[in-house]
């Protein structure tokens, strides 16, 4: 291995990373839309300064993001479903969120150093819409596989608590034409979740619902008794996933300074009694297979805010 030239790499990476994510910040994407512009139209379109947007023009050219022809600039055909938001393979939101977080990474040696994580950046409303939008980015194709993999035909009724965008449940429901829903969150994500919903034109089957797991009374959220058959499903505290229980603003979670495997942190509400013995109990079953599925994607990102605001469960009723 050149040494030289991989520790180049890693030190001088935060600028193409910086330069693609601020690009998607101030507009420069959209602005090109699919057409093929100068940098002087990009930079009018958002009020941007010409020559900065020029440079950095240049600079996604040679990343291989944009093409340029004389004066003239394109994203690069593949990389625009990817770049532009009203693409249904879009990855815009949790870009932007990767742009947020940026700000985190820059103090790991604070973290390294008090083994806690970054608690002080405050989100703006545009900077939570990128997070849980940024949720349904990373979302979308692992629960179109969860569905391929099990079948909800005779579930009735299916409550997702921390639902976020309502991926999951917009994505059941669109699978299953007898499932009804129930999504529950905070009040910014369900705002977010009804417009998923609608634009899904799945309001007639699935519901919305605005609080706090840990503090509200969820009762109301559906209409269900344990007789029922009522089965809870915690993603969170499956195996090998720690239950974090707090948003661990700017950095991943690296399980500091809490007990390995205990899912408490030391900021968060530790686990519920019960939850082990009934993933045992639950073993291989359909169900079994969708618990697995939903804790054992690599989507560190929805995992936590699931977890801090709703433990990340989910209610099917059969």
């Known amino acids: 291995m050149d040494w030289v030239q991989r520790i180049n790499e890693m030190a001088w990476g935060y600028k193409d990373a910086a330069i693609l994510l601020n690009s998607l910040r101030v507009g420069i994407f959209e602005a090109l839309g699919q057409d093929w512009l100068t940098a002087d139209e990009v930079a009018a379109k958002y009020d941007l300064d010409a020559r900065a947007t020029d440079v950095v023009l240049h600079?996604?050219?040679a990343a291989g993001i944009c093409q340029q022809d004389g004066e003239l600039f394109a994203s690069e055909p593949e990389a625009r479903p990817l770049l532009l938001a009203d693409?249904?393979?879009t990855l815009k939101s949790i870009l932007g969120h990767n742009l947020f977080m940026m700000r985190g990474w820059a103090h790991l040696d604070q973290v390294m150093q008090s083994g806690e994580p970054i608690r002080n950046q405050e989100q703006t409303n545009d900077q939570m819409r990128d997070f849980i939008c940024g949720m349904e980015n990373v979302s979308r194709v692992s629960s179109q596989e969860v569905v391929a993999k099990i079948d909800l035909g005779s579930v009735k009724r299916l409550l997702d608590l921390g639902g976020g965008p309502g991926t999951a449940a917009i994505t059941f429901a669109q699978a299953n034409p007898g499932l009804e829903g129930v999504v529950f969150d905070l009040e910014g994500p369900i705002e977010i979740?009804?417009?998923q919903?609608?634009?899904a034109e799945l309001s007639q089957r699935l519901t919305t619902v605005a609080?706090?797991?840990h503090t509200d009374d969820i009762g109301g959220a559906v209409e269900t008794e344990r007789s029922s058959g009522e089965l809870l499903l915690d993603p969170s505290r499956s195996p090998g996933v720690g239950g974090c229980g707090h948003h661990c603003r700017g950095l991943p979670c690296s399980g500091l300074p809490g007990k390995a495997g205990t899912g408490n942190h030391g900021h968060g509400p530790p686990p519920q009694p019960g939850s082990q013995q009934f993933l045992e109990d639950l073993g291989h079953s359909e169900m079994g297979l969708l618990l697995q599925a939903l804790g054992g994607t690599d989507h560190d990102l929805a995992r936590r805010h699931k977890?801090?605001?709703s433990s990340g469960q989910v209610t099917a009723e059969v």
Do not use: C, N, V, W
């Open 211 to 213: 609080g706090d797991f």
């Open 193 to 195: 979740a009804r417009e």
């Open 87 to 89: 693409s249904p393979t």
């Open 197 to 199: 919903i609608a634009k």
């Open 307 to 309: 977890r801090r605001h």
């Open 59 to 61: 600079a996604l050219t």
